[in-house]
Every structure is written in C-alpha cells, then in structure tokens.
C-alpha cells in the first residue's frame, strides 16, 4: 500500500526470522511503502542468561551487529525508502532500570513496546496456548492489559505492539475484559504512544488484525495515533496484508497515522482507498 510505513519487521538474528534483512528492505520498496523500521527483538534482559531461548530473540553479543546493519541498510537505500533503526523491547514488570539501560545504547527512530510475558510465562509462544485452559483466559487477559498498562506509563514506548496479542491461539475471555482495556486504552495516552495497526494475527489461527475492531474503535476515539507494521519474520511478510488492515483502519473511523524519525512522530493522512492493493499475496 503506497505511503504507508511497516514498523514492525525482524532479521534473522531473533532466531524465528529467516531471510537477509536486506530482502525484508526490498520487499518494502516492491510494495510502494514509505518506509521500513526493523524492529527486532531486544536481547531477553529480564531472564537469566541460560533462560534466554536463542529462538525468541538476539543475543546480547549480536546487538552492535544488528544496529550496523540497519544504519548500513539505510544508507543504501537512500533516496529510495526511509529505513528506520527501531527495537520490538519486552516490557517486563520490575526491570525498568536494565530495560532504560538497553534503550540508551542507540539513537533510535521508533521503540515497540510488547508484553510477552505474563505470569511468569510466554503469553504467545508455540507452548502458550495451553496456558489458557490451565489458568483461565480471564485471568491471562487481565493481567496482560495490567503489564500493558504499565509499559506504556513508563514512557519507554513509541508504539504499543500487538495491542491484543492473548488472542493469538483463538482463546477469548467469555467476556471482554472491558475495565483492564480501558486502562490500557488510558495509559496509552497518558505515555504518548501510539498503537499499530498489524496485519500478523491474520497469518495466527484468530484470523484477525492487532487490534480487533472492538478495539481500534476505541483507540481511535481516545485520540491515539496509529501506525501499520506486519511484524515481518520472512522478506514476503513486509507489508502483508495491507489492504485489509487499511481497510479495517478506516471501517474504525482512522484519518491518518503516524511516521517516526529520531523518536519524534510526524502525522500523514490515510491514503484514499486504492483498488490496485493486492497487498495480501
Ligand atoms: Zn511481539
Ligand atoms: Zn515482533
């Protein structure tokens, strides 16, 4: 979809990616976007070393690498699409000093804030889904919202990732859990973050965009900018899905959404509706 960012896109070095980053960059400028913000995975500093799974996230030795190569990225692509230094960082409860510490090693243009871990475990990895029927989804909503809450007041946060990541597998609460939403929903605007709109729980078994219209509607009616991303693990991921994520942005009432560079977010209109999109394959 033309003009539009993708802020949420991974390299190899998570250990679930595959594919040169340069690929995801080439990819981006295939389909027309504006701009590419790789966004991979903060080392998991909140876990002891031995439990960090090489497979959810970099090493804390491949962080300088992974900063050059985005810098190196930008600068060959130049003149042909923004490429943005940007960081998907976990919050997690009780280790804002070492998270603070991480951030202030690279001038980023964007930093993601995601919660994914919750209770004392992976809310959305491949052995979540049993979590739901052992603890209850009420509760793993819940507390969820709570840590999602917190991270955006830290202020740490451009963009709130994946704002309804617990419906990942499918599993629902038997009813939204509406009071912890709206203090998520507050928080937001009280951090000054902004939410993506991401195609990724399309390609999960929920079948539906981060977030659910239920909640973008509300998103959007507390004045909270949005951006688009697709949370990109392959080159043919970049830009997924696009035009059903705009087309769900403007069915919520979206008029523009926001870009980043150097932290600060510059306001675009939403582009008119194109019947070239496509984006889907
Ligand atoms: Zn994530
Ligand atoms: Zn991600």
């Not at 995801?24 to 909140?46: N, S, W």
């Not at 959305?124 to 709570?146: H, I, K, N, T, V």
């Amino acid at each position: 979809m033309k003009g539009l960012p993708d802020y949420h896109v991974h390299t190899f070095r998570c250990g679930h990616a595959r594919g040169p980053s340069r690929d995801f960059v080439q990819k981006a400028v295939e389909r027309g976007l504006a701009e590419i913000g790789m966004t991979d995975h903060l080392p998991l500093y909140f876990l002891p070393v031995a439990d960090r799974d090489p497979g959810l996230a970099m090493r804390e030795e491949q962080f300088g690498g992974y900063i050059d190569e985005v810098l190196e990225l930008r600068e060959e692509f130049r003149g042909r699409i923004a490429v943005r230094l940007g960081l998907e960082a976990d919050y997690s409860e009780g280790h804002e000093e070492e998270l603070a510490r991480w951030l202030a090693r690279a001038d980023w243009d964007l930093v993601l804030g995601s919660v994914h871990w919750v209770a004392g475990g992976w809310i959305d990895a491949p052995g979540s889904a049993a979590r739901f029927e052992e603890e209850g989804a009420e509760r793993l909503y819940e507390e969820y919202y709570r840590l999602l809450a917190k991270a955006a007041r830290t202020g740490f946060f451009d963009v709130l990732a994946h704002f309804d990541l617990p419906k990942k597998f499918g599993h629902r609460p038997v009813s939204p859990r509406l009071a912890a939403e709206q203090e998520a929903i507050a928080a937001a605007v009280e951090g000054n973050c902004a939410v993506e709109i991401s195609s990724a729980g399309l390609r999960k078994p929920v079948s539906e965009a981060y977030p659910e219209a239920r909640l973008l509607e509300q998103i959007v009616a507390a004045g909270i900018p949005v951006t688009f991303s697709s949370d990109a693990h392959a080159p043919a991921e970049v830009g997924w899905g696009y035009d059903r994520t705009v087309a769900l942005a403007r069915d919520c009432g979206v008029r523009q959404f926001v870009s980043f560079e150097a932290r600060r977010r510059v306001f675009h209109p939403l582009p008119a509706h194109s019947p070239v999109g496509g984006s889907s394959r």
